[in-house]
């Protein structure tokens, strides 16, 4: 398969393109050191990136940036911020994206464990991880031509532990690894529609 | 109690006043024919409301509008509209307006049935509920003074089955007043963080 990874170079990219580029080609698209550049709060920008890499069978996304910050200190600009790239980002990339996946192909976004157990600041990221699980659900039953989607939802990764363990007391690690498997099951399975837990 | 009422004028918003006002003080806002004129689209507008105002004891949103159209048709400006209104207008009514609201006052957002069972062309619309359910899950825990934040989530109601009926093929109907009740047990109850589901 040929497979688009949006978001190669995070602690969650890095791992999937480890587990996918064994079996198969994997092109990279992101801010910098990647092979397509793309800044996924622009429409034109993600338009410019299809047009490049032209028909994939995959599309995977784990770019994306979310305000964290208590409630009283979140106003409507820094809630922005989320909504420009991990909101829309991720839904803009299925909207201008499905005319360029291959007939049963996949779409795979992220979200994350704190739509579903809140955490103290992560209002704007919970709201975010809410809206694509829904949107996910339901163009699920949209998508043309066999084209499934999908989004992996990860608690606390064990690999960045350090810069974000203090925001999730109690919340059990998982690799990095393990992460990257349920990208795997997304992209190489027949499910559609489905929350990929990974706690 | 004096109540905020946004979107008093619609079959949801008309049936929450009657039920309402009978115990309550309330204040009506909407785009036209309000007590106070307001555009939830606009931050700006929303500010103004509350220092019109002043405080307030409850603060229901029964506006908001998204777009309706299959995925295929669905553009990022599209899905701009259901984000510009439904979504970043009730969540801005609450980011702006918590100040403005009494100890152990609350908030009362609407989503929908879309958000959980599919229908053709609500993939807008189930992306806003999506996020408005999970940032109510969250927003919960954080609000200060014992704020309480809950929504109000119906399927299609009766009193607009000849215009919507057609899109909730086997879906049944219930009445705008059993959907009142529900704001009413939002208002009035003890949760936070609750789907007050209206199936």
């Known amino acids: 398969m040929k497979v688009l990874l949006i978001?190669?170079?995070?602690?969650?990219?890095?791992?999937?393109?480890?587990?996918?580029?064994?079996?198969?080609?994997?092109?990279?698209a992101g801010r910098n050191e990647a092979d397509?550049?793309?800044?996924?709060?622009?429409?034109?920008?993600?338009?410019?990136?299809y047009l490049k890499i032209g028909k994939v069978d995959a599309v995977i996304c784990a770019a994306?940036?979310?305000?964290?910050?208590?409630?009283?200190?979140?106003?409507?600009?820094?809630?922005?911020?989320?909504?420009?790239?991990?909101?829309?980002?991720?839904?803009?990339?299925?909207?201008?994206?499905?005319?360029?996946?291959?007939?049963?192909?996949?779409?795979?976004?992220?979200?994350?464990?704190i739509m579903e157990e809140p955490i103290v600041g992560g209002?704007?990221?919970?709201m975010v991880g809410g809206a694509i699980k829904a949107f996910v659900e339901s163009a699920a039953f949209e998508l043309p031509r066999g084209i499934r989607i999908n989004h992996v939802s990860p608690t606390v990764i064990a690999e960045s532990i350090e810069k974000y363990g203090p925001y999730f007391p109690g919340f059990e690690p998982v690799s990095a690894y393990r992460v990257a498997k349920a990208y795997?099951?997304?992209?190489?399975?027949?499910?559609?529609?489905?929350?990929?837990?990974?706690?």
Chains 1, 2 share one sequence.
């Open 7 to 28: 978001g190669a170079n995070g602690t969650i990219g890095r791992a999937v393109r480890k587990q996918l580029e064994m079996r198969h080609e994997v092109v990279t």
């Open 36 to 49: 397509l550049l793309v800044d996924i709060t622009s429409p034109n920008s993600i338009k410019e990136m």
């Open 64 to 113: 994306g940036a979310t305000f964290f910050g208590s409630l009283t200190e979140l106003t409507p600009e820094k809630n922005e911020q989320s909504i420009q790239s991990k909101l829309k980002g991720q839904v803009n990339l299925v909207l201008l994206g499905h005319e360029h996946v291959n007939n049963n192909g996949s779409f795979t976004l992220t979200t994350g464990i």
């Open 123 to 126: 209002v704007s990221a919970a």
């Open 184 to 199: 795997q099951k997304s992209v190489e399975g027949i499910q559609s529609g489905k929350t990929y837990r990974v706690y």
